[in-house]
């Protein structure tokens, strides 16, 4: 009797076993996991939302009760208010467009530009070890006291806004960049120079296909990167676009209009940012 049972129990489990293979088993638990991804994201979003609407409640409650000064920090309706009147009347969109133009510009020169700067060194070590201890002082060195040099240099318009991004997010993307590339298994290497390879195979098959995810993430650094950029740019020779705007509402004591400016930023920046996540996906799922 006690057999019976044993092998009754032994074939159960080799039935669980098998069931654990079969495709509808597999789909299930696979459904099950975009089913708590779906939860989690939907959970984080939610909390981001009501930490969001927190902040600009109590921001509200304090300008409209004197908790602070509403000449300085104004409160969120009138900041709306702002903003609704500069796009009704049309004054904000020349300067948006200008910003966004540089933005653009110099993020994708940047990258380029990086990028490619990045490829040179790495593939001669003599101009690696010579460019090295350059690359780490000019990355060091404030960008806003190189400005008055790119205005001279280019002269007081879109040119030297860019220049000046270009001059923070050209460093950072070749440093981020070279190191991944130094960074992949050498075994990879030692593999493709085995079989006859040249350094133009090593990087070809190896370098820049596992580099491939670092390049792309410093895409979303260089988001970040680019609006400092045109933004110090701006404040420095600009006679529209944003950052012309927060210096003019200084000048001016319209701290609603530099409140209403820092907004837009983060919106047009976040909307920007958001974009690079959602090509960052399609190109790393192609991989």
Not at 38 to 49: I, M, Y
Not at 220 to 240: D, P, Q, S, T
Not at 273 to 284: A, N, P, S
């Amino acid at each position: 009797m006690k057999e019976e049972r044993s092998e009754a129990t032994v074939a159960s489990n080799q039935q669980d076993l098998s069931s654990l293979d079969s495709p509808i088993w597999l789909s299930h638990k696979w459904r099950q996991h975009l089913q708590a991804k779906r939860r989690l994201k939907r959970g984080v979003f939610a909390v981001q939302s009501l930490i969001l609407l927190f902040f600009i409640l109590l921001w509200e409650l304090a300008g409209r009760l004197k908790w602070v000064d509403v000449l300085i920090f104004s409160y969120p309706s009138k900041v709306g208010q702002q903003i609704v009147k500069d796009v009704v009347s049309g004054e904000l969109w020349p300067h948006l467009a200008m910003t966004v133009s540089e933005t653009v510009v110099g993020f994708l020169l940047g990258t380029l530009i990086g990028t490619l700067l990045a490829v040179v060194i790495w593939w001669s070590p003599f101009l690696s070890k010579v460019l090295d201890p350059y690359m780490v002082v000019f990355n060091s060195m404030p960008k806003v006291a190189l400005g008055p040099i790119f205005i001279v240099l280019f002269g007081a318009g879109f040119t030297a806004i860019v220049i000046t991004t270009l001059s923070i997010t050209v460093i950072v993307t070749t440093l981020v960049v070279y190191t991944s590339f130094n960074e992949v298994d050498a075994n990879y290497t030692k593999v493709i120079r085995t079989f006859g390879g040249t350094r133009k195979d090593v990087f070809q098959k190896a370098i820049l296909p596992a580099s491939f995810p670092t390049i792309i993430s410093t895409l979303k650094v260089n988001v970040g990167m680019a609006w400092v950029g045109v933004i110090v740019g701006e404040f420095l020779v600009a006679k529209i676009g944003l950052g012309y705007l927060i210096v003019y509402g200084f000048q001016v004591f319209n701290f609603t209009l530099v409140l209403s400016s820092l907004v837009i930023i983060a919106l047009v920046a976040t909307a920007m940012y958001q974009l690079v996540v959602y090509i960052e996906r399609k190109l790393v799922r192609e991989q």
